[in-house]
């Protein structure tokens, strides 16, 4: 009897006619830490086995990955979710690209066939698009969601917080200062 290895990988063109050409960004929660440090990008997948290659395939393909995850049951029908995380920072953009470059020689896409959905937006995808609309520091994704979180309660009535905290610079300045 004779031993053969087993070798269940993917090959070129495996993921032919099962994505979908869209990421989504920061539509779910991150597992790994805060959202105000975490990325959150996931793409639909037809099958949950091209989902687990593809989840294996991120993990052991990028070191600026985090975790990538798939969906514990359909999304809808025929529909899987796989999640990838990465620190918030301004080479997501780049990295990203280089994924979805990377992605050409599993499917028919080339990067130009790839939009981008953030905030309920679609917009093809691109580094220059990528860094105008997700912000790209934990610093830069709090202002933007505190000053929105607090035009609501302005809105509202409602008295507004300070969601994030100041640097240690800008606290001692302050307390210096008496403010």
Known sequence: MTQQTLSEALAYKDLEGMMKPTIHVDEFAAKMGDDDEIIVVSFFVKDTNAARDLVDWFEKGYDFIMDA???PGEIKPGRFL???EM???TSAAR????????LSTLTEYNVDDWRMHYEGETHPFSQEVFERFVPLSPAQYRKEKETNLNEMRTAAGIPEKQIFKREKDIRELQNAAGI
């Not at 990295?95 to 990377?102: A, S, T, V």
């Open 69 to 71: 995850d798939q969906s």
């Open 82 to 84: 796989v999640y990838v």
């Open 87 to 89: 620190r918030r920072r």
């Open 95 to 102: 990295n990203i690209e280089r994924m979805l470059d990377d």
